[in-house]
């Protein structure tokens, strides 16, 4: 064995040569003898035998309406009729997505990302799982949420289209279906279903959106605010580069800190990995703002201008860590269409991106009494489904909101969302102030200091979460889906953060909405980012968890670019050392703040890797600042009479 190890690490030149001398191999000069093929062991085609099987698979490709076929994956349960259809369209590899198993049963077969498979294989559905054009099996060309047609995409397909014409070929090509189909899916492809919306087929009875892609610019993947999230430049190399996703993200550092500091901008990066062959990167870089780029295609501003004709049910994780804003946005734009009060479906749990179809009892350090993903699935999802997907199904009673609400821990039947609302609903909103001595509180400053200041420093940047910090991922023990309930005292203890806070509370303080920053403040600089948390401080010691005695759990916090302090769309230089008001809002809350807890309010300027860095210098584009423009500054956060900061809470009396 020792010889055939050393031989292997040969370089193949000379490995060729040793076998030629020792007769192994023929000379280059002898002749060639044509020797009997030996027969194969495998055959040319070969055909499972799955009488065993609990399914029968069928594998298409369905023409769409100008000649593209989509690759298309059937799952139908052995001996189903009148079955109803759950559909679900992907870049993601339907067939991957379909068989996470070697089992003949399909749940296992179904079990991973988008398959609620207790609910859909357990109540007998037709499973459909299709790859969006340009993608793993299906032809066509492939662009990342492909606009719909209009002036983005000047053709006659889009993924509304393709779902459309996808539905047609189902009903009348499966003959176990009773025609109704319901379209599920999350992230990407909970982008799909909200498309499925647009000019329905007349046999989509139902949509599910969960955690959708909604707007990339405001408030998911790509940007929040107009600051850039960077960590996701893995996420559009891989899902771009090649049809297949073959072509992988590569890096030198174990912490990606230290692998973005490397390459000043997210720009630079960029250029250094060749992404400008990337045509959705190629997009990003000429539309750093607002504009009609982003605002065309904005999922909820789409649904606005279309008639409600398909009952929907919109499903949102209240720490969300990819797409936090898409779903209340959709809730928004849709709900005051529903005149009848049953079209319009939320849902809101204590989630990660996705957790809704896994084990739900708990997220990072965060304790839930209950697994309130099964919860979801078994007591929502499956009577939604069954009422418009089964022959005969009864109406689901479910309340128009069904919500969860963190530190008390139970589900709560709504009529509407928000309960309160920081902004138009008088007596509902109550200001919670930043005032002197880093104290928080809810009477107005009346005097003291005007302002706490501290240096933001690009050259050290604020971490988003603990070093070393992971890349994003779901596998191999990565935890990037838990960074939102991070303990961030990693960053309370740091001098660019400010952090402000109550005294312990004497009675439960309930906040259902979306905080909204009132932040006045002023920079040295020319352009400044500001990232606002609110925090629920745990008391010193916990009981029933030692390990939260003191945890600091972010309930919202988010990040706001100052260029675009008065106008999305017109990015523009501040004035260095004014005071300026800045307004936006937090992610929605729906949590209670419990006896005994503080309530803290953290202010910095800065959260990477997560978000690029703001050179601080009002520059064109940050995706080309120069190391040059990368520069300290001062910030100053008041809380003076007339130049007060606060969070605008939505509270709700008990």
């Not at 399909?106 to 799982?129: F, H, K, M």
């Not at 090509?173 to 599920?184: D, L, R, W």
């Amino acid at each position: 064995m020792t010889p055939r190890r050393l031989v292997a690490g040969l370089k193949p030149v000379l490995f060729a040569f040793l076998l030629a001398a020792s007769g192994a191999l023929p000379a280059t000069d002898a002749p060639q003898v044509k020797y009997p093929d030996y027969p194969s062991e495998t055959p040319a085609s070969f055909k499972p035998a799955t009488g065993s099987f609990d399914y029968v698979e069928r594998d298409v490709m369905i023409p769409m309406r100008d000649g593209v076929k989509l690759n298309t994956v059937i799952l139908i349960p052995r001996g189903a009729q009148h079955a109803g259809i759950v559909l679900t369209r992907t870049p993601y590899d339907a067939h991957q997505l379909t068989h996470n198993s070697m089992s003949g049963h399909l749940e296992p077969l179904l079990e991973g990302y988008d398959n609620a498979a207790d609910v859909i294989v357990e109540d007998g559905y037709i499973r459909v799982v299709q790859d969006i054009r340009g993608k793993y099996g299906s032809e066509g060309d492939y662009v990342m949420n492909r606009p719909v047609h209009g002036p983005l995409n000047p053709t006659p397909v889009d993924d509304a289209t393709d779902t459309y014409d996808t539905i047609a070929w189902l009903v009348k090509n499966i003959p176990e279906t009773n025609g109704k189909v319901a379209t599920i899916g999350i992230s990407y492809d909970g982008f799909e279903p909200l498309m499925s919306l647009v000019h329905p087929h007349p046999a989509l009875k139902a949509a599910v959106p969960m955690n959708p892609m909604v707007d990339g610019w405001m408030g998911d993947d790509w940007f929040h605010h107009g600051a850039f999230r960077q960590q996701n430049l893995s996420y559009i190399y891989e899902q771009e580069a090649s049809r297949d996703n073959k072509v992988k993200w590569w890096t030198n550092y174990r912490d990606e800190y230290d692998l973005f500091m490397h390459y000043v901008s997210a720009g630079a990066m960029g250029d250094a990995y060749g992404m400008r062959q990337l045509g959705f990167w190629n997009k990003i870089l000429a539309h750093p703002a607002y504009d009609a780029f982003w605002q065309q295609q904005a999922v909820n501003k789409l649904l606005a201008a279309q008639p409600l004709t398909v009952p929907v049910m919109l499903v949102h994780s209240l720490w969300d860590q990819e797409d936090i804003y898409g779903a209340l946005a959709v809730y928004r734009a849709i709900k005051p269409k529903d005149t009848s009060g049953d079209m319009v479906k939320l849902v809101m749990g204590p989630w990660h991106h996705g957790q809704e179809i896994e084990e739900g009892s708990s997220l990072g350090a965060i304790r839930f009494g209950s697994d309130t993903a099964k919860y979801f699935r078994e007591h929502i999802l499956r009577p939604f489904l069954a009422q418009y997907l089964k022959d005969g199904a009864p109406k689901a009673d479910l309340a128009p909101v069904t919500a969860f609400q963190t530190g008390t821990n139970h589900w709560q039947r709504l009529d509407r969302w928000p309960l309160a609302c920081a902004d138009g609903c008088p007596g509902k909103d109550r200001a919670l102030y930043l005032q002197p001595g880093m104290r928080l509180g809810f009477d107005a400053p009346a005097g003291g200091n005007a302002w706490d200041e501290y240096v933001s420093d690009p050259a050290h940047p604020v971490p988003f979460r603990a070093r070393p910090i992971q890349p994003v991922g779901y596998d191999n023990g990565l935890t990037w889906s838990q960074w939102l309930v991070d303990d961030q005292r990693e960053a309370s203890g740091r001098t660019d953060v400010l952090s402000y806070e109550t005294a312990p509370l004497t009675a439960p303080l309930t906040i259902a909405g979306a905080p909204v920053v009132n932040l006045v403040a002023s920079t040295s600089g020319t352009d400044s980012d500001w990232v606002v948390k609110l925090i629920d401080v745990y008391p010193d010691q916990v009981a029933e968890q030692p390990e939260m005695g003191g945890y600091q759990l972010a309930v919202a916090m988010d990040i706001f670019r100052g260029r675009y302090r008065t106008g999305w769309d017109t990015p523009a230089a501040l004035t260095p050392d004014k005071p300026l008001a800045y307004r936006f809002e937090l992610p929605a809350a729906n949590h209670v703040f419990l006896p005994g807890h503080r309530i803290m309010v953290q202010v910095q300027s800065s959260w990477f890797p997560l978000y690029d860095r703001n050179p601080q210098t009002f520059v064109p584009s940050i995706f080309e600042a120069t190391p040059a423009d990368y520069v300290k500054a001062t910030q100053r956060v008041y809380h003076a009479p007339g130049e007060a900061s606060y969070i605008a809470l939505p509270m709700v009396s008990h």
